[in-house]
């Protein structure tokens, strides 16, 4: 796992345990936050089409949702 994956992929274990507002609380807690945040998503997202992005999105969504 590259540390690009490896950031993502924590990230949405947050996320999924906390939410958006307290994983964005926890991070700043934690003093992370450092390098280009805009350069690192444009290298990161460079190869993904809109409709492979919205595809993800939907995914996102539909982990979610109550069962």
């Not at 949405?12 to 003093?31: A, H, P, S």
């Not at 992370?32 to 997202?45: I, P, S, V």
């Not at 939907?58 to 949702?65: A, G, L």
């Amino acid at each position: 796992m590259i540390p690009t994956e490896l950031k993502q992929k924590g990230y949405q274990v947050l996320v999924k345990e906390l939410g958006q507002v307290d994983t964005i609380r926890f991070l700043q807690e934690m003093g992370w936050g450092n390098g280009d945040y805009t350069k690192e998503r444009q290298d990161t997202l460079k190869n993904t089409t809109r409709a492979e992005f919205w595809c993800e999105i939907e995914e996102m969504r539909k982990e979610q949702k109550p069962t």
